[in-house]
């Protein structure tokens, strides 16, 4: 499996910005689509936003739409997330995952349809 280390998280104000940054090692990198998912207390974990193998195609969360965006550099083994116009509704603990997915791309909205995760890391919006 593919090794996940996420970095990036902290306290911000409503309306301001973050970047996660999400490095993997173990595997090719260029293999997995990955994707960006969060859960906050006493709610179900959910995927916001995720990305082909390529970087060519992208799927956000209604949630985030607009505001996040997710970006990878296969060079560098990372992927990102970036944050804008936070709400106090985004704080959570943010994880990134990984599929194995090599040329091809799927929809990946479900926590069930990622198998590595990272250790997470937090967020959390101050109004």
């Known amino acids: 499996q593919v090794q996940l280390v996420e970095s990036g998280g902290g306290l911000v104000q409503a309306g301001g910005s973050l970047r996660l940054s999400c490095t993997a090692s173990g595997r090719t990198f260029s293999n997995y689509a990955m994707g960006w998912c969060r859960q906050a207390p006493g709610k179900e974990r959910e995927c916001v936003a995720t990305?082909?193998?390529?970087?060519?195609?992208?799927d956000y969360a209604d949630s985030v739409k607009g505001r996040f965006t997710i970006s990878r550099d296969n060079a560098k083994n990372t992927v990102y997330l970036q944050m804008n116009s936070l709400k106090p509704e985004d704080t959570a603990v943010y994880y990134c995952a990984a599929k194995l997915l090599p040329g091809i791309w799927l929809k990946l909205r479900e926590p069930a349809d990622f198998g590595s995760w990272g250790q997470g890391t937090q967020v959390t919006v101050s109004s």
């Open positions: 990305i082909s193998w390529s970087g060519s195609s992208t």
